[in-house]
């Protein structure tokens, strides 16, 4: 019986993905051709052990909802264990009063009620592996009030620029949680990832209320970093946070070397997801696929060099695609030569023949459009 | 049941011998097809997409597996409040002796008290180890229309292999059975039986009873219950089914029927979104094709690595193929690895089988189809 509920939270204000963010949320955002964002936390959690799993939902529910659906594909038990979608009020954009405080004070009664005496709270917007499990008896055994999970990163000048960074000293206990500002080599980043008691959580929730109707989670623990005992532990292996559209592109690409690949996944920690049931993909004579991720049901007649290709999709003969995430059901049409984009689904790509980006920035075709 | 009142039984019991090893430890009904199927998958799905909600599969030679893959139903979607894929093995009963299925109307017979729990209208007998898509509904439509007792598909074959077939002789015009031979030496007609029934249950169940007390009787409906009914006097119509059908019987038809994927316009056409073929789920990654790899005409499933070439071949679940390897028109079963630098042609690689590195197996001008049941040294 797992002692710990588990919660996914939602992105703050301040984190957009250009173009994409549109049409669903993060952990919707198709990844790799064949999981979703979301696929990643609810399987680290169901892999600990954890059966209590509420995933928390800002805007723009549709997508995620249709995915998640009762969830039994996460492999958890249906009856003793559940994995509940928790929806805010309010689903517009850029409301700042739409906290993750805000929800979860709304639903503090679900979780009073539940006899588990942890909380571990993930990100569903962040691509990681962790066992919760192990993490969790760390926090126990140190007997911190709260643990927080932190990638130490030393390109943080250029990239990770939405998240925020933990102050830690030598013993690693965190002393604030700022913004990375871009200004240092290496910061440890946060990877808004928790573990505490539920009692503890409850009462910094009461403590967030209190002191601003603005407050995140995040806020009133970098408040508590005098008065509780708050510790980082550091994540090893593959981490991608989705915050921006060349975000999603580079952890895309990033996952086509091989390396990267070992270091997120493992045989004894499956990823689960939803199936689709498509066919096999089907390589044509023509064809000619190198260095790609590629997902069931596609058909292939054409170029692709370095992509994510998603579910369904179809490139049509004299097609060269390169360094691109195309997702599910895309056209790419005969002789479309298309680089560094981001095609988003059921985009149908005929009449224009050349569509070519930077890779510093890379391009997005709009879901549905036809071009 | 609430759709059409009809029940669907899938006899999976056949050991498919002429499968050697590959059917070993398996039923036919659970050997590997198309990638990422099971050949069972195709009559379950067939029920899923034709409103039938309650599916029997009758299970006897080396069933764990497929009772284990079967059961629950919820991979075809049969898992709702009124439906069920329920798997029957012979059972001991208070009333009879445990019995094994003497044969594919003794395992209907045997389980008459199953059926009786539904009291269904009609009675859908499948084969388990056949690949096609049929809509069962429209049989039963026509069933209906014909006013007819029994009704079996029938496909027309060439009529020189007409003789390996058990062929029915009708009335060119309603279409009404007149005669049925099994394997004629000289057949009056080219259509074949696919061994799909649809009987009204009453009669059915009958005529199973009688069945069960005959000693004489071989208890199977090819050879007992359909000459029965046709003695009687009872209307017997054909339905022809138009389509792709294979019954795999041989390594060299498995083969073929895997082949047959690689044309762009194939006849089972497993992308066809209005007739989605359901299989059990797999947590692995999509394939990865790296960038030495070479593929031309293949059907590549979730799960393979591809850092060599292939061409003119399918990849099952998790297979894998090495730098510097072949994989010429072959076929590799679930999580097969071919290792860096082997060759592989004309070959059927069974599940898990590791051909080592620089091996060679199967050959270009080879009569049949070389099956590689156990790991190859490199």
Redesign the interface.
Known sequence: MARALGIISFSENHIWVEGMEAYRSIPAFSF???YRVVDFPISNMSNSGIDRIQVYVRRKPCSLVEHIGTG??YNINSKSGYLQMVFADSQEDKDHYNTDIKVYAENLDRMVKASNTHVVIAPGYMVYTQDFDALLQTHIDSEADVTLLYHKVDYAKEAYLSCDYLDLNKQKGVQAIARNNGTTKTRNIFMDTYVMKKEVFIDLVHAAQKASSMYTLKNIINDMCGELDIRGVAHKGFFAPIDDLKGYYDVSMALLD?KN?KNL?SDNW????R?S?????????T?N?????????C?IEGTVENCIIGRGTVIKPGAVVKNCVVLGDVLIGNDVHIENHVVDRYAKITRMKEILADPSKPGYVKRNDTV | MKQNNMLAMILAGGRGSRLHDLTNKVAKPAVAY???YKIIDFPLSNCANSGIDVVGVLTQYESVLLNSYVAGG?SWGLDARDSGVFVLPPREKADANLDVYRGTADAISQNIDFVDNYNPDYMLILSGDHIYKMNYAKMLQAHKENGADATIAVIEVPMKEASRFGIMNTDPETGRIVEFEEKPAEPKSNLASMGIYIFNWKLLRKLLVADMKNEESNHDFGKDIIPTLLNDGKRLFAYKFKGYWKDVGTIDSLWEANMD??D?KNGLD??DRTW????E?V?T?????????D????????GCVVEGE?KNS??FTGAKVGAGAKVIDSVLMPGAVVEAGAVVTRALVADQVKIGSQAVVGSADSEHIELVAKNVKG
């Open positions: 790799l051709g064949r039994r594909h091989p690949v996944f499956p990823i689960y997801t199936t049931d498509s066919c096999p993909t089907q390589y044509y004579e064809a696929v190198k260095s790609s991720f590629v997902a069931n049901g058909r | 198309g990638g990422k919820g994927l690689l762009k497993l992308d989605t073929i359901y299989t789920d947590p990654l999509p394939q990865y094709i790296s960038a030495e790899a593929i031309k005409r293949a059907f590549i499933t979730q292939v399918v990849l």
